[in-house]
């Protein structure tokens, strides 16, 4: 979330004039994040009730992702899951447009993001951020859409290919090895759990209202792929120490947690080490790729450290801590 596109008030008077929101009385533009642009607004009604909410510019354009994410934020809000309603105009559209761009306006939750300076991370965020991925894998069956990984075993592949001239040998031989085995995995394995997955559920991507789980945000990487995948995901950012170990208190409240809502299958346990690795390995191309081209071309400057989750694979490579029976 940073802002790439600027706009004036009139312009988000006029979106919040076809939602019904009434004036625009504040808007302040949110400089954190990579990808979208972000404002928070502030509305009043003539009959004075004051709303907060966050405007979320699109910078890439990617109208079926952008469905897909917005069908699934509605399918988690009716299932009374702590996710950010967005607001509908007239038509009951979601998705609108503002400075030509298309546009997603949701209500601002208060929180905090765990592991910032404020609020260091527990095993109870840790167990509530185990118990919404279960809960919403679980209630995937009821979710029919389907839309492909963007950032999985194929675009990894691509942007590895990209990213070699700039990949230590050893780095290169670590990734390729990582990438060869998904691959064999992807052709061989059958019956390992898919549907919805938020593929981005890192700790800024949720706020806490103390050890209170008041929101997960941010479903623009959400997919359809394995569960599993989902929750190595959230492992690798929740329960990992600086050096990119896991950290055995952290990644148990979480996993038992999840196990909670939605057991983990025999595939699951087999593929655990698979998978983390594989997470691991897509989020340190994908850093990497952010930083070499499309970070610094939006801005000019790096993104997130890719560094993190080069060591965080080095380890997973080294050992795991098994999924709980």
Known sequence: MAVYTEVEGEQIQA???????????????????????????????DQGRVSKWVLTILEVENSQQTAFSAALVDHLCRAGLPVPALARDRDDNAIHCIAGKKALLAHRIVGLHPGSDAQKVSVIHCAAIGEFLGKMHRGSAGFHLQHANPYGLSWAESAMAKLASVLPSGDLTLVREQLSRQRLLREQVSGMPVGAIHADLFRDNTLFNGETLSAVIDFQSACTDWFLLDVAIAVNDWASTGEGEIDTALASALLNAYRQQRPFIEREHQLWQDVLCFAATQFWLSRLWTNQYAHAELTGRCGKDPQQY????????????????
Do not use: K, M, S
């Open 310 to 325: 080069a060591r965080i694979l080095r380890c997973r490579v080294a050992r795991v801590t098994p999924l709980p029976q």
């Open 15 to 45: 979106l919040l004039g076809d939602l019904d929101l009434g004036r625009l009385r504040t808007f302040e533009g949110v400089a954190d994040g990579v990808e979208n642009t972000t404002y928070f607004v502030t509305t009043e009604t």
